[in-house]
């Protein structure tokens, strides 16, 4: 998938929680037998009403991941100013989607 299709899907998300809060958890239960030696530091993206964080938390043998967008924006039609702040929180959430927990 090419650079410009990821940024679409990302924009369409965001029109779609235009004035929202987006909130996700996930749980990953690993073996009793695998030790887990790393789990990601999380990210975050803060900028002209546009807020990302993700968080890693590791409890036992479960791994939580909470993901949070907020997109403020003034209404349902993009500037091209909004793109530009797209474009920046782009490899923020590509880089932590791809994120790895290591483990023996």
């Known amino acids: ?6 940024l679409c899907f990302l924009f369409k998300y965001l029109l779609k929680v235009t004035k929202g809060l ?3 958890v996930s749980r990953v239960l690993f ?3 695998a030790k887990i030696t790393r789990i990601p530091a ?5 900028e002209a009403g ?4 993700s968080t890693y938390q590791l409890s036992g043998q479960v791994v939580t991941v909470k993901r949070v967008i907020n997109a ?3 209404g349902m039609v993009c500037q091209p100013q909004d793109y530009q702040l797209i474009r920046k929180l782009h ?3 590509q880089r932590d989607v791809r994120a790895q927990v290591f483990y023996d």
């Open 1 to 6: 998938m090419s650079h410009r299709m990821r």
């Open 31 to 33: 073996p009793a037998e």
């Open 22 to 24: 987006d909130k996700r």
């Open 72 to 74: 403020q924006r003034p």
């Open 50 to 53: 546009l807020f990302y964080q």
């Open 42 to 46: 999380g990210a975050s993206f803060n």
């Open 91 to 93: 490899p923020v959430v």
